[in-house]
Protein backbone atom coordinates (compact mmCIF):
# COMPACT_ATOMS: atom_id res chain seq x y z
CA UNK A 1 0.00 0.00 0.00
CA UNK A 2 1.15 3.47 -0.79
CA UNK A 3 1.76 5.60 2.36
CA UNK A 4 -0.12 8.82 2.62
CA UNK A 5 1.83 12.11 2.97
CA UNK A 6 1.13 13.70 6.72
CA UNK A 7 3.65 16.83 6.80
CA UNK A 8 5.46 19.58 5.58
CA UNK A 9 9.20 20.96 6.41
CA UNK A 10 12.77 21.55 5.73
CA UNK A 11 11.67 24.41 3.15
CA UNK A 12 14.23 26.03 1.61
CA UNK A 13 14.97 28.80 -1.34
CA UNK A 14 18.25 29.26 -3.53
CA UNK A 15 18.40 32.16 -5.84
CA UNK A 16 18.62 30.90 -9.92
CA UNK A 17 22.00 32.89 -11.06
CA UNK A 18 22.33 31.64 -14.77
CA UNK A 19 19.52 29.85 -16.85
CA UNK A 20 20.24 31.08 -20.35
CA UNK A 21 19.65 27.58 -22.49
CA UNK A 22 23.23 27.95 -23.59
CA UNK A 23 24.75 26.13 -20.40
CA UNK A 24 23.32 23.97 -17.47
CA UNK A 25 21.22 26.53 -15.10
CA UNK A 26 22.86 27.76 -11.81
CA UNK A 27 21.65 28.40 -8.36
CA UNK A 28 23.12 30.07 -4.99
CA UNK A 29 23.40 28.14 -1.53
CA UNK A 30 19.92 27.09 -0.54
CA UNK A 31 18.50 29.52 2.73
CA UNK A 32 16.14 27.96 4.89
CA UNK A 33 13.06 29.43 5.36
CA UNK A 34 11.66 28.10 9.11
CA UNK A 35 7.74 28.33 9.66
CA UNK A 36 6.64 26.60 7.29
CA UNK A 37 2.63 24.67 7.07
CA UNK A 38 1.26 24.09 3.58
CA UNK A 39 3.05 23.83 0.29
CA UNK A 40 0.23 23.49 -2.22
CA UNK A 41 1.44 22.79 -6.30
CA UNK A 42 -0.92 23.23 -8.70
CA UNK A 43 -0.01 22.53 -12.39
CA UNK A 44 -2.51 22.34 -15.51
CA UNK A 45 -2.74 20.41 -18.83
CA UNK A 46 -4.16 21.07 -21.68
CA UNK A 47 -5.43 18.22 -23.51
CA UNK A 48 -6.10 18.35 -27.14
CA UNK A 49 -7.86 15.78 -29.41
CA UNK A 50 -7.07 15.43 -33.37
CA UNK A 51 -10.33 13.86 -35.14
CA UNK A 52 -9.90 11.74 -38.83
CA UNK A 53 -11.67 9.00 -40.44
CA UNK A 54 -14.52 10.51 -38.04
CA UNK A 55 -14.01 10.08 -35.24
CA UNK A 56 -11.27 11.01 -32.32
CA UNK A 57 -7.91 9.51 -33.34
CA UNK A 58 -4.98 11.63 -31.58
CA UNK A 59 -4.95 13.24 -28.04
CA UNK A 60 -2.03 15.49 -27.29
CA UNK A 61 -0.78 17.16 -24.20
CA UNK A 62 1.19 20.39 -22.78
CA UNK A 63 1.95 21.81 -19.68
CA UNK A 64 0.31 25.00 -18.31
CA UNK A 65 0.39 27.27 -15.64
CA UNK A 66 2.27 25.92 -12.62
CA UNK A 67 0.63 27.63 -9.09
CA UNK A 68 2.62 27.58 -6.06
CA UNK A 69 1.80 28.36 -2.86
CA UNK A 70 3.63 28.78 0.51
CA UNK A 71 2.38 29.31 3.76
CA UNK A 72 4.21 29.89 6.78
CA UNK A 73 3.97 30.79 10.24
CA UNK A 74 5.16 34.36 9.33
CA UNK A 75 7.45 35.85 6.38
CA UNK A 76 10.67 37.16 8.15
CA UNK A 77 12.38 40.97 6.64
CA UNK A 78 14.86 38.77 5.07
CA UNK A 79 12.36 36.42 3.49
CA UNK A 80 10.39 39.14 1.86
CA UNK A 81 13.66 40.99 0.86
CA UNK A 82 15.12 37.76 -1.10
CA UNK A 83 11.46 36.47 -2.33
CA UNK A 84 10.07 39.51 -3.78
CA UNK A 85 12.94 42.02 -4.35
CA UNK A 86 12.78 45.00 -1.85
CA UNK A 87 15.26 46.56 -0.02
CA UNK A 88 16.51 46.46 3.60
CA UNK A 89 17.89 49.66 4.73
CA UNK A 90 20.20 51.10 7.04
CA UNK A 91 17.63 51.22 10.09
CA UNK A 92 16.58 47.39 9.60
CA UNK A 93 13.69 48.09 8.01
CA UNK A 94 12.04 47.50 4.79
CA UNK A 95 11.51 49.24 1.64
CA UNK A 96 8.67 48.39 -0.74
CA UNK A 97 9.68 50.12 -4.50
CA UNK A 98 6.97 50.19 -7.24
CA UNK A 99 9.60 49.26 -9.31
CA UNK A 100 11.07 46.15 -7.12
CA UNK A 101 11.23 42.75 -9.43
CA UNK A 102 11.27 39.73 -7.87
CA UNK A 103 13.89 37.38 -8.71
CA UNK A 104 13.65 33.89 -9.69
CA UNK A 105 14.38 31.54 -7.58
CA UNK A 106 14.53 27.54 -6.66
CA UNK A 107 12.51 25.97 -3.55
CA UNK A 108 13.17 22.74 -2.14
CA UNK A 109 11.06 20.85 1.03
CA UNK A 110 10.35 17.35 2.32
CA UNK A 111 6.65 15.60 3.17
CA UNK A 112 6.16 13.41 5.63
CA UNK A 113 4.71 10.29 5.13
CA UNK A 114 2.44 7.51 7.18
CA UNK A 115 4.94 5.12 7.04
CA UNK A 116 8.21 7.23 8.55
CA UNK A 117 9.70 8.27 5.87
CA UNK A 118 9.86 11.36 3.36
CA UNK A 119 9.39 12.80 0.09
CA UNK A 120 11.79 15.49 -1.25
CA UNK A 121 11.08 17.86 -3.51
CA UNK A 122 12.64 20.73 -6.20
CA UNK A 123 10.86 23.52 -7.68
CA UNK A 124 13.48 24.78 -10.16
CA UNK A 125 12.19 28.36 -11.66
CA UNK A 126 9.64 30.50 -9.80
CA UNK A 127 8.67 34.01 -9.30
CA UNK A 128 6.74 34.81 -6.56
CA UNK A 129 4.15 38.24 -5.72
CA UNK A 130 3.12 40.26 -3.03
CA UNK A 131 1.41 38.83 -0.53
CA UNK A 132 -1.87 40.39 1.16
CA UNK A 133 -1.08 42.19 4.16
CA UNK A 134 -4.15 41.45 6.96
CA UNK A 135 -4.03 41.64 10.62
CA UNK A 136 -6.69 41.72 13.50
CA UNK A 137 -7.24 42.63 16.20
CA UNK A 138 -6.74 40.41 19.53
CA UNK A 139 -10.02 39.02 20.92
CA UNK A 140 -10.78 36.78 23.74
CA UNK A 141 -8.75 33.87 22.23
CA UNK A 142 -5.36 33.37 20.69
CA UNK A 143 -6.08 33.66 16.11
CA UNK A 144 -3.24 33.03 14.50
CA UNK A 145 -2.41 34.94 11.52
CA UNK A 146 -0.36 32.94 8.88
CA UNK A 147 0.75 34.48 5.82
CA UNK A 148 0.37 32.98 2.36
CA UNK A 149 2.75 33.84 -0.38
CA UNK A 150 1.71 32.64 -4.17
CA UNK A 151 3.81 32.71 -7.03
CA UNK A 152 4.22 30.90 -10.74
CA UNK A 153 7.02 28.11 -11.61
CA UNK A 154 8.07 27.44 -15.12
CA UNK A 155 10.01 25.02 -17.13
CA UNK A 156 14.30 25.37 -17.21
CA UNK A 157 15.46 26.47 -20.54
CA UNK A 158 18.53 24.27 -20.51
CA UNK A 159 17.55 20.79 -21.90
CA UNK A 160 18.68 18.08 -19.95
CA UNK A 161 19.45 14.66 -20.76
CA UNK A 162 18.40 12.79 -18.50
CA UNK A 163 19.79 9.11 -17.72
CA UNK A 164 16.67 6.28 -17.14
CA UNK A 165 16.85 3.75 -14.76
CA UNK A 166 18.35 0.93 -17.23
CA UNK A 167 21.58 2.64 -17.68
CA UNK A 168 21.80 3.37 -21.64
CA UNK A 169 18.21 4.86 -22.27
CA UNK A 170 18.26 9.07 -21.73
CA UNK A 171 15.31 11.28 -22.38
CA UNK A 172 15.94 14.83 -22.89
CA UNK A 173 13.39 17.26 -21.36
CA UNK A 174 13.29 21.07 -19.96
CA UNK A 175 12.91 20.16 -16.39
CA UNK A 176 10.39 21.93 -13.82
CA UNK A 177 10.20 19.52 -10.42
CA UNK A 178 12.30 16.97 -9.43
CA UNK A 179 11.06 14.29 -6.21
CA UNK A 180 11.99 11.54 -4.53
CA UNK A 181 10.63 9.21 -2.21
CA UNK A 182 13.72 8.17 0.46
CA UNK A 183 11.86 3.94 0.22
CA UNK A 184 11.55 4.11 -3.27
CA UNK A 185 13.07 1.42 -5.00
CA UNK A 186 16.71 2.64 -6.13
CA UNK A 187 16.55 5.60 -4.14
CA UNK A 188 19.73 7.24 -3.68
CA UNK A 189 20.59 8.06 0.17
CA UNK A 190 23.50 10.12 -0.62
CA UNK A 191 21.99 12.29 -3.31
CA UNK A 192 18.96 12.79 -0.24
CA UNK A 193 21.28 13.34 2.63
CA UNK A 194 22.48 16.49 0.52
CA UNK A 195 19.25 17.15 -0.94
CA UNK A 196 19.03 20.93 0.79
CA UNK A 197 22.89 21.68 0.88
CA UNK A 198 22.35 22.43 -2.99
CA UNK A 199 19.75 22.71 -5.56
CA UNK A 200 19.69 18.29 -6.78
CA UNK A 201 18.99 18.30 -10.65
CA UNK A 202 18.70 15.08 -12.51
CA UNK A 203 21.42 12.89 -13.61
CA UNK A 204 22.73 13.98 -16.89
CA UNK A 205 23.91 11.65 -19.41
CA UNK A 206 27.63 11.27 -19.64
CA UNK A 207 29.27 11.76 -22.55
Not at 24 to 45: D, Q
Not at 167 to 184: R, S, V
Amino acid sequence: MTASRIGCAGLVYALLTADTGSAAPTWGTPVPCLGVKSVSIAASTTTDTNFWDDGPAEVATSLGDIEVGIVKNALSTAEKAALLGHNIDTKGALSYGAGDTPPWVAIGFKTLKSNGQYRYVWLYKGKFAEPEDKSETKGDSINYQDEEIKGKFVKLDWEYEVALTDGTTWNKIHPWKYEIDAEAPNADAAVIAAWFTAVTTPPVKVV
